[in-house]
């Protein structure tokens, strides 16, 4: 009671307030930084996790040129009914290759952290060109634009970037980004080349033109790989807060 009493003092005296606010600050600084000195990584190790391929790297480019993020977040919250709708909760490690990423905290849609696998090439592409003829109540504009040829002149630039900022792409990897970008946009085969430097990549044309590789293409390949580099049956579960 004798704190409580002569509270009013502190709150009251310029020096004082001062001193507590500042001593407040310090102990919560170090509370919050001496932790992390005895960790190796704030980041879970798990298998799986790759950096994009040229063409998943593209399509995430024209999502973000897009303002998808504006009303699609790409984390999910540790919670019970977040879990149960979305799926296993968003691991820090997933978003290490993404600069930036694409977390936000708006969902006028759906979270697509895991969207990837979860609807058919077909539908993602009538869902761009015309929301409505798949989901009828949709507010969501339409993307037909997409449709159009894909600028591949700065993809290997994009990667270069990428590289200097810590994704670890090689040099062979930038040197066939182009080769490996229309590989995959085009050929279905499980013995595709790309597919030792990308594994889980999804091949294959998207569009409806195996000639021509379209911004159509890249955008669903990056939709269809969110969720799936990582295989969650091995991954340690962790208490869900409810």
């Not at 090689?170 to 030792?196: H, R």
């Not at 594994?199 to 021509?212: C, L």
Request: neutral net charge; glycine residues 6%; charged residues 25%.
């Amino acid at each position: 009671m004798s704190v409580f009493k002569h509270h009013k003092h502190l709150e009251t005296n310029v020096f004082f307030l001062a001193v507590g606010i500042l001593l407040c600050v310090i102990v919560g600084g170090l509370v919050e930084v001496v932790p992390l000195f005895h960790i190796e990584s704030t980041i879970e190790k798990v298998d799986g996790v790759r950096p994009y391929s040229p063409l998943e790297q593209a399509g995430r480019d024209i999502y973000v040129r897009e303002g998808c993020y504006n009303c699609h977040s790409q984390m999910i919250r540790p919670f019970k009914d977040e879990v149960e709708r979305y799926g296993h909760y968003s691991l820090a490690a997933e978003s290490k290759y993404d600069h930036p990423f694409q977390w936000s905290s708006k969902r006028t849609g759906p979270d697509l952290a895991r969207v990837g696998g979860k609807y058919t090439n077909d539908w993602h592409v009538r869902h761009m060109i015309n929301p409505r003829d798949v989901v009828p109540e949709s507010i969501m504009p339409g993307y037909p634009h997409l449709m159009r040829a894909l600028d591949t002149s700065s993809i290997q630039g994009n990667m270069t970037a990428l590289k200097i900022v810590g994704v670890p792409y090689t040099d062979a990897q930038i040197a066939n980004a182009v080769k490996d970008l229309t590989e995959q946009a085009s050929s279905d085969s499980p013995d595709a080349a790309v597919l030792k430097s990308y594994p889980k990549a999804r091949m294959g044309d998207v569009d409806g033109d195996p000639k021509k590789v379209t911004e159509m293409d890249a955008l669903v390949a990056y939709l269809q790989v969110l969720g799936t580099m990582v295989d969650f049956t091995k991954v340690k579960p962790e208490t869900i807060r409810r």
